[in-house]
């Protein structure tokens, strides 16, 4: 297709933690740090908690394109992404990086993932 | 790996309307009809033109997950992705058929899909 943006990753994350799966603001504040230790850049972000022991979807718009998550406490499941373009500098390390720090912050029992190059 | 909440759709599109692929405006209104076209719920959403004949990039985060955009005029090239859960009716038909309608809008010359299960 011509130009080759970057690597997008998606994985399906399993995690025993309800408590975890349901905390919008605390995943929000571990993002907000991961993005700020990679020097990303945001351009604005959606957060949302479902309430009631559901889970929460949220997504960080980037200047290098996106991260986004959304998790299902009644299946102990997570589905997260990151999609980060080398437009500026190469960033194919910093999106695996991103991954496995999520996959350590839910304390992660099992992970599914696929790397597409865009 | 248990739970499969729905199809995620990732596709690369080619487009030589640069125009349109730097009006973040016209985009947004084209998905807000597309969303609403096919009742889903919005939960917010960012929209950030990069100015100056640059691209723009958006996300809108839904109910039933979300849907991206970034574009690059200086490559006539577009990544768009949607992601919509069957946790409420089963979807994978409205991805497609939310995919096959942004490729109209653009006018693309050429594309390439990936269909991930999740």
């Keep these: 297709m011509g130009y080759t943006p970057g690597l997008h990753i998606l994985a399906e994350i399993?995690?025993?933690?309800k408590k975890l799966l349901a905390d919008a603001n605390a995943a929000k504040k571990f993002f907000h740090e991961l993005t700020a230790k990679h020097q990303l850049q945001s351009l604005?972000?959606?957060f949302h908690?479902?309430?009631?022991?559901?889970?929460?979807?949220g997504v960080i718009c980037l200047t290098e394109s996106?991260?986004?998550?959304?998790?299902?406490?009644e299946y102990g499941m997570i589905t997260f992404d990151v999609f980060l373009s080398n437009y500026q500098k190469?960033?194919?390390d910093t999106a695996r990086a991103m991954?496995?720090?999520?996959?350590k912050y839910f304390s992660a029992t099992d992970y599914h993932i696929n790397e597409i190059k865009r």
Tied chains: 1, 2.
Excluded: R
């Design 49 to 57: 908690s479902f309430g009631g022991g559901g889970g929460f979807t």
């Design 99 to 103: 991954l496995d720090a999520t996959v």
């Design 44 to 46: 604005g972000e959606v």
């Design 66 to 73: 996106h991260l986004s998550i959304h998790t299902w406490p």
């Design 14 to 17: 399993k995690c025993s933690d």
């Design 90 to 92: 190469e960033n194919d």
